[in-house]
């Protein structure tokens, strides 16, 4: 939600699209009640718990896939305003009238359903398994995501309410498509305030006339586009105190209408004419018709004292007395559009409402102070009690668990290698083998990881480590929900050779680079020599294949029908007379059967169709 009137459509044009990278090693903050609510989308599909699966696959995206560090936020007691107008959107469209819901008072408050709570509950859970920061939030999940963002403890916050700009957030990621080409709908402030020239309380004004989640309905007879040309009028100086002043009307509405008076009507002299000149009837221009039927005016530019030329449709005078007179006419409609708006905005009761303005500019939307600031850090994942967790809420088998969890694991794990260098197993039981080879997806580069398992220094049997990764690679197919409306990942694969089996996963070229420099300048080096041989190997190739041509003895080659079935024409013209009359009388006495002996030696059917036929 957040303001009303299709205020993302105003927002569009202003919009980034950003690829894989724009997210790596920043740290953004996630309004987790916008993931939660995006699992009704999936209830059709018969999934279980999508708010669960859904934070599940999103938080491995996040970290693995994107190299973010996630930080998640969600709401805490809703304010009174809130509470009343989320009752008042549920009846809205039934027509019931609100008048006899009371006032909303201080201390009382509306709770939400016992369902979303138990989904926000189950999801935090889940999120504290995989050690990420979760934070709750006094009020507004959005307002505390802005804050962290304004202040600069993230980068970036992710949430579908548009409320967030209010709050004072900087860069808001809207829209988040994983498995896209460009999967970031990315807004920022700067850009918004660049295209639009709207400012921060400026925003708070439009949501204050059109409606926001405190209160939907806004002002009366005001949509988007009238709220926005009203405050670009008003401008941007003390905005929200002229509000108020049209509000209750301690302030004239034309001692707040400063901008575009001096855009229509620039100056005002006294030298310039206060009544419109007379206009020729005929030309449009300063003057009588007599006058300029004799004799053309200075306007018309003509060569022959034929008089002027007549005006065409839709002519405007451009003198200086129908210049001003437009303009005096132009800031006359304005001056009544403003008045019919400001008549309006004066109908309101107690508008603008000071405790949405406060609650918009507060600074102060967490549990912790100023100087501290929150407490922000990421612990290792508790993988046992993480496969306990969802074997226990999704009935996912163990090993499909463990499967999807790799892809985040091994990121922990290049992360820890790239900073300490220090010889360890990822997870404990895979070491790193070597990299396989170089991944595009979706115009981004990765490198193709190939983990083996380690052997036990006990000795232990190592059919059943290989056993274990064939049943891995058997729950993947069968234990995965097929669910299209959610997102969905890559699962790390499993590659054979020589009778030894490997888990691939994609991971990230600089992360790759840092952890493993040595062997990715070994694998540079095989594919620079590869692509060497490569090209060499096509010319050798094609001198071989000449080689073949040229031999006479060649059986894999197709001769030519004439090396088969010469032409007669050229035998007789070199051949003498008497050499020609016996050839002549030989070939007559020679029966059918000799000539299909002669023309069935090694030739293919459809020469000796044509010998016999002709």
């Not at 985040?408 to 404990?428: C, N, P, V």
């Not at 036990?456 to 669910?483: F, I, L, R, W, Y």
Request: hydrophobic letters at 35%; proline letters at 4%; one cysteine or more.
């Amino acid at each position: 939600m957040g303001v009303g009137g299709k205020f993302w459509d105003l927002l569009k044009p202003y919009a980034r699209n950003e690829g894989f990278d724009f997210m790596r090693n920043k740290r953004v903050v996630i309004d987790l009640s916008f993931w939660i609510v995006q699992h009704e989308t999936a209830l059709k599909s018969n999934a279980r718990n999508p708010h669960l699966r859904l934070t599940f696959l999103r938080t491995i995206n996040l970290f693995s896939k994107f190299g973010a560090f996630p930080v998640f936020v969600i709401d805490g007691t809703p304010s009174p305003l809130k509470s009343r107008a989320r009752i008042a959107r549920f009846y809205h469209s039934s027509g019931i009238d609100l008048s006899s819901f009371p006032a909303a008072e201080d201390g009382v408050l509306v709770e939400r359903n016992r369902a979303f709570v138990k989904c926000v509950q189950e999801c935090v859970e889940l999120l504290e398994l995989f050690g990420m920061p979760v934070l709750k939030a006094k009020g507004e999940g959005e307002a505390l995501c802005s804050q962290l963002d304004r202040e600069g403890h993230v980068d970036a916050c992710i949430t579908s309410d548009s409320d967030a700009f209010l709050f004072g957030a900087t860069c808001v990621i809207k829209g988040f498509r994983s498995n896209s080409k460009e999967p970031f709908e990315c807004y920022c402030m700067s850009d918004i305030e660049a295209g639009l020239g709207l400012k921060r309380e400026q925003l708070i004004a439009i949501s204050l006339l059109v409606g926001n989640d405190h209160d939907i309905s806004g002002v009366q007879g005001i949509g988007l586009e009238t709220a926005l040309r009203f405050v670009q009028t008003l401008g941007e100086d003390e905005i929200l105190t002229k509000l108020r002043g049209i509000g209750n009307k301690s302030i004239s509405a034309f001692q707040c209408y400063t901008k575009f008076v001096d855009d229509l009507v620039p100056s005002l002299d006294r030298s310039l004419p206060k009544k419109k000149l007379s206009h020729c009837s005929f030309c449009g221009h300063p003057g009588s018709k007599r006058d300029h039927l004799k004799n053309s005016c200075k306007y018309c530019s003509t060569s022959s004292n034929g008089g002027c030329k007549k005006k065409p449709e839709g002519f405007k005078c451009g003198c200086m007395s129908c210049d001003v007179g437009r303009k005096e006419k132009e800031r006359k409609k304005q001056d009544h559009w403003f008045d019919r708006v400001s008549s309006k905005i004066a109908l309101e009761p107690n508008f603008p409402n000071r405790e949405i303005i406060e609650m918009y500019l507060c600074d102060n939307h967490g549990s912790f102070t100023g100087n501290d600031g929150p407490c922000i850090s990421w612990r290792s994942p508790k993988i046992e009690l993480l496969v306990d967790f969802l074997a226990f809420h999704q009935r996912w088998e163990p090993s499909y668990i463990r499967q999807r969890m790799l892809p985040m694991l091994s990121t922990i794990f290049l992360r820890e290698m790239a900073a300490h260098q220090i010889k360890s197993l990822l997870y404990g039981q895979y070491d790193f083998d070597s990299i396989d080879r170089v991944k595009v997806r979706h115009g981004h580069t990765f490198y193709v990881i190939k983990w083996s398992k380690a052997t036990p220094k006990s000795g232990g049997v190592s059919n059943a480590t290989c056993s274990e990764v064939s049943d891995m690679q058997q729950d993947v197919v069968d234990s995965d929900e097929s669910v299209d409306l959610l997102d969905e990942m890559d699962a790390p694969m499993i590659h054979i050779k020589d009778g030894c089996q490997f888990i691939l996963t994609d991971e990230n070229v600089e992360l790759v680079h840092a952890a493993f420099p040595r062997e990715l300048d070994r694998f540079l080096r095989e594919k620079e020599l590869k692509e060497s041989r490569r090209k060499k190997t096509p010319n050798l190739r094609f001198e071989r294949t000449n080689e073949k041509l040229e031999t006479p003895k060649s059986r894999g080659i197709q001769r030519n029908i004439t090396e088969f079935y010469r032409s007669t024409k050229v035998l007789l013209e070199n051949q003498p007379v008497e050499d020609l009359a016996k050839d002549i009388d030989s070939q007559s006495g020679e029966s059918s059967k000799e000539k299909r002996k002669v023309s069935n030696q090694n030739l293919p059917k459809s020469v000796r169709r044509r010998l016999l036929f002709g």
